[in-house]
């Protein structure tokens, strides 16, 4: 058997390939397992996503077979499988340390460190005002809090308003996804 991401094998004898509708796509356990195995093997995917440095698959997901009848147990269809709400800083793609989430939830954490720059998440310098600025993205749309005259006063603001919508979309969850992200706001809230 041919290794796939040279660490895993696909142990289930059926087609990788599936037609819907006329057309040719991936089985959907497939494709999820292979990206799931490309983030955590894939030296070029890594280079692109720095992120995932250091990730990897408990042992019995590189059998497709036993990540393919965990994934049918799970709420799945239309979502993302998550390996770091639940557990903060998760590294390992597990069972008991993943789930599937909508694709909301599961850039709502996100903390775009590469791309924000100097300052703390969720400010920024208004060259025009000449202060800091503290903005949320709150249901799709990014929200302004204030121009603040320093860097902590202006993320306080923002990490009470970020601490604020994660719990507003905790509640709208179930477990073990609502204590999860309550877990985040605290953590959000507290710096």
């Not at 340390?97 to 460190?113: E, H, K, M, S, Y």
């Not at 799709?140 to 603040?148: D, E, S, W």
């Not at 202006?154 to 179930?174: C, F, M, N």
């Amino acid at each position: 058997m041919r290794l796939v991401e040279g660490h895993a094998i696909n142990d289930v004898d059926a087609p990788t390939w599936i037609v819907v509708d006329g057309q040719r796509k991936r089985d959907p356990h497939y494709r999820t397992w292979r990206n799931m195995l490309s983030r955590a093997y894939d030296p070029s995917y890594q280079e692109r996503q720095p992120t995932y440095l250091g990730t990897s698959v408990c042992d019995d997901w590189l059998r497709f077979s036993a990540f393919k009848s965990w994934m049918t147990e799970q709420d799945w269809q239309g979502k993302h499988l998550d390996k770091d709400i639940l557990v903060p800083g998760n590294k390992i793609y597990a069972p008991d340390r993943c789930l599937f989430v909508d694709p909301a939830i599961n850039t709502l954490l996100n903390d775009c460190g590469a791309a924000r720059g100097r300052y703390p998440l969720g400010v920024y310098w208004d060259k025009e005002k000449k202060k800091y600025r503290a903005r949320v993205r709150s249901y799709g749309t990014h929200k302004n809090l204030g121009l603040y005259d320093n860097v902590e006063e202006a993320s306080r603001v923002y990490r009470d308003a970020k601490s604020s919508y994660v719990r507003a979309i905790a509640d709208e969850q179930t477990e073990p996804l609502r204590s999860a992200l309550h877990r985040h706001a605290d953590k959000i809230q507290h710096g």
